[in-house]
């Protein structure tokens, strides 16, 4: 165990952790809103951010990007891929609930038939952009194959801020402050607006909430969407950090997002956030100790040690109940 070298430097290793869990945290929130309001574990969830990725990268080949363009521009092309991200894997997402999900609710399909459909789903939507990416993507400046797609960094990491001895990047701050807001939008969404007390009625009773008018096929196609809307930005933000995507890129991410959501209290908005969070810090310190690549068993390690002692999370809220 490599001590000194995570309380070393333990600051930094926390920022990097924060900024790292922000991608957790906001593909967390599709499953947590999903389970909130259906039960169900979508893990198709992981595809809509990996298509997310895709489409960003798509437009930005489109638009001719090859290298680091100046700031005015790069922030134009940032926006434009956070709309075209959000609106993909958004779009994604009410296909498949639409087209692999409904039919199956209307037949009262028992829970083991929906996660069956979920894997299926994922593995088609895996196998589609092996196939298809790579092809659109060859001879097009990026360097490609069918593991990995590069992808131009719009913006240079540049530290901002030196606090107790950890250098905070631009690209970190974005990161973790833009988690924040999205993760405030949609909760004062959920809370205050009336297509959020939709969602909270289906969540908490469906039948009661059909009795009182509310339209449970809209409320439930409103967090598919709202969950591939938070996985495209999430996808946007593993872009302009990370600058590779691939065509199984969703299928950890997916997963330990859904740790994430366990372990802030999967059906929790803020959960959700927490964990997200939580998680990517106990993965950078992880590696730290071991020096290996064992931050992955970590994750799942922390998932296996939440089922077993606290099997609602730390906050264990339902998105059923309302919050001052």
Request: hydrophobic share 55%; proline share 2%.
């Given at each position: ?66 290298g680091t363009p100046s700031i005015g521009m790069a922030i134009v092309y940032l926006l434009i891929g956070l709309v075209v991200g959000a609106a993909a894997s958004g779009a994604t997402a009410l296909t498949v609930e639409r087209v692999a999900y409904r039919r199956l609710r ?79 939008g949609l909760d004062q969404f959920i809370n205050r607006t009336r297509y959020g007390r939709g969602v909270r009625a289906v969540a908490q009773n469906p039948d009661t909430a059909a009795l009182m008018g509310v339209h449970q096929d809209r409320v439930i196609m409103l967090v ?101």
């Amino acid at each position: 165990m490599n001590f000194d070298a995570l309380f070393g430097n333990l600051a930094q290793h926390t920022v990097d952790g924060l900024s790292k869990g922000a991608i957790y945290a906001l593909v967390a929130l599709g499953y947590t809103l999903v389970y909130g309001v259906l039960r169900l574990i979508n893990f198709a969830h992981s595809e809509i951010f990996m298509v997310g990725t895709f489409a960003i990268l798509g437009t930005w080949s489109l638009l001719g990007i090859t290298g680091t363009p100046s700031i005015g521009m790069a922030i134009v092309y940032l926006l434009i891929g956070l709309v075209v991200g959000a609106a993909a894997s958004g779009a994604t997402a009410l296909t498949v609930e639409r087209v692999a999900y409904r039919r199956l609710r209307r037949m009262n399909a028992p829970p083991l038939i929906f996660l069956i459909t979920a894997i299926g789903v994922s593995l088609v939507l895996v196998e589609i952009y092996a196939l298809w990416m790579a092809g659109f993507f060859s001879g097009r400046g990026f360097s490609e194959n069918r593991l990995v797609i590069g992808i131009p960094a719009l913006l240079k990491q540049e530290t901002v801020l030196s606090v107790a001895g950890a250098n905070i990047t631009n690209v970190q701050i974005i990161m973790v402050v833009s988690a924040l807001v999205m993760l405030y939008g949609l909760d004062q969404f959920i809370n205050r607006t009336r297509y959020g007390r939709g969602v909270r009625a289906v969540a908490q009773n469906p039948d009661t909430a059909a009795l009182m008018g509310v339209h449970q096929d809209r409320v439930i196609m409103l967090v598919f969407v709202l969950g591939g809307l938070m996985a495209g930005a999430a996808a946007l933000l593993w872009n302009m950090r990370y600058g590779i995507t691939k065509f199984d890129i969703g299928f950890v991410i997916g997963l330990k997002a859904f740790t994430a959501a366990v372990l802030g209290g999967i059906g929790n908005l803020r959960g959700a956030l927490l964990g997200g969070l939580l998680l990517g810090v106990i993965e950078v310190y992880a590696a730290t100790l071991t020096r290996s690549t064992w931050e992955d068993v970590a994750a799942f390690v922390v998932l296996v040690v939440v089922l077993i002692f606290r099997p609602t999370g730390l906050l264990g809220e339902s998105l059923g109940k309302a919050r001052a």
